[in-house]
């Protein structure tokens, strides 16, 4: 299928939610294909609402797209950060960077700042919006276009599932849509500046992500988009005994 094709599907897609399933949200971490999104969106599909989660431990490059996306569109991003008494407490007992000793505290890390971060974001919502692509991990392979989030209770949506990265950048180069810096340095997924580096050219794309895990490549993720990811981060707080006082 041509990128015109997939462009059009993809439009067509957005008019739906856009009538079917508001209130509906795209949640953006400012990678290329959320970077496609918010150009649709925001040019044609305004009643599309965009939000992200600061981690605390974003690239300064991802800050910097945020706001240069921001003032670029004329949008206003909803901003959703952790509780600042869940990291405390994390940090306290295990220290600020105990994601590298093992994958448990990794997931616990990930939902701290992630995941209870999210949750509070689709609160109201009827749907929400990805960038998720087959073609990125193999993890991703038998996403659908649509789906249920049980975990929510909601509808998801991946608008861009079926496209290339030479389509979202074919795209993005076309229509001057500002992206990451860091996409220019050697990485194809940006996250957490602690837990992401640049890849080596023939990697796998997902390589530069939680790479001291030795996992298999393109398997991991942080719980944003794994089902039953509630249910995981609360059973690794508890496994590590965090303990947050009010």
Same mark, same amino acid.
């Given at each position: 299928?041509?990128?015109?094709?997939?462009?059009?599907?993809?439009?067509?897609?957005?008019?739906?939610?856009?009538?079917?399933?508001?209130?509906?949200?795209?949640?953006?971490?400012?990678?290329?294909?959320?970077?496609?999104?918010?150009?649709?969106?925001?040019?044609?599909?305004?009643?599309?609402?965009?939000?992200?989660? *600061?981690?605390?431990?974003?690239?300064?490059?991802?800050?910097?797209?945020?706001?240069?996306?921001?003032?670029?569109?004329?949008?206003?991003?909803?901003?959703?950060?952790?509780?600042?008494?869940?990291?405390?407490?994390?940090?306290?007992?295990?220290?600020?960077?105990?994601?590298?000793?093992?994958?448990?505290?990794?997931?616990?890390?990930?939902?701290?700042?992630?995941?209870?971060?999210?949750?509070?974001?689709?609160?109201?919502?009827?749907?929400?919006?990805?960038?998720?692509?087959?073609?990125?991990?193999? /993890?991703?392979?038998?996403?659908?276009?649509?789906?249920?989030?049980?975990?929510?209770?909601?509808?998801?949506?991946?608008?861009?599932? *079926?496209?290339?990265?030479?389509?979202?950048?074919?795209?993005?180069?076309?229509?001057?849509?500002?992206?990451?810096?860091?996409?220019?340095?050697?990485?194809?997924?940006?996250?957490?500046?602690?837990?992401?580096?640049?890849?080596?050219?023939?990697?796998?794309?997902?390589?530069?992500?939680?790479?001291?895990?030795?996992?298999?490549?393109?398997?991991?993720?942080?719980?944003?988009?794994? /089902?039953? /990811?509630?249910?995981?981060?609360?059973?690794?707080?508890?496994?590590?005994?965090?303990?947050?006082?009010?």
């Amino acid at each position: 299928m041509s990128l015109d094709a997939k462009l059009g599907r993809t439009r067509e897609l957005l008019a739906r939610i856009e009538r079917d399933f508001a209130p509906a949200a795209l949640a953006s971490s400012f990678g290329a294909e959320d970077m496609v999104l918010t150009e649709l969106i925001a040019s044609e599909f305004s009643g599309i609402q965009i939000f992200t989660l *600061d981690t605390g431990r974003l690239p300064k490059e991802t800050i910097s797209l945020m706001h240069n996306a921001q003032a670029h569109y004329d949008v206003a991003f909803s901003v959703y950060r952790p509780q600042a008494g869940a990291v405390d407490a994390y940090v306290k007992e295990h220290g600020a960077n105990a994601f590298y000793e093992s994958v448990d505290l990794r997931k616990a890390c990930c939902g701290i700042r992630k995941v209870e971060p999210l949750g509070r974001a689709l609160v109201g919502k009827k749907a929400w919006l990805t960038g998720l692509r087959r073609e990125q991990a193999p /993890s991703r392979r038998d996403l659908g276009e649509q789906e249920f989030d049980a975990d929510h209770g909601l509808a998801k949506f991946n608008p861009l599932i *079926d496209w290339t990265n030479d389509d979202v950048w074919a795209f993005i180069r076309a229509n001057d849509v500002p992206y990451n810096a860091l996409h220019d340095r050697g990485y194809p997924s940006i996250g957490c500046e602690p837990c992401t580096r640049a890849v080596k050219p023939g990697e796998d794309p997902r390589a530069g992500r939680w790479w001291w895990e030795n996992a298999t490549s393109g398997q991991q993720e942080c719980g944003l988009h794994v /089902s039953q /990811s509630q249910g995981a981060v609360t059973a690794s707080l508890s496994n590590i005994r965090i303990k947050v006082t009010a």
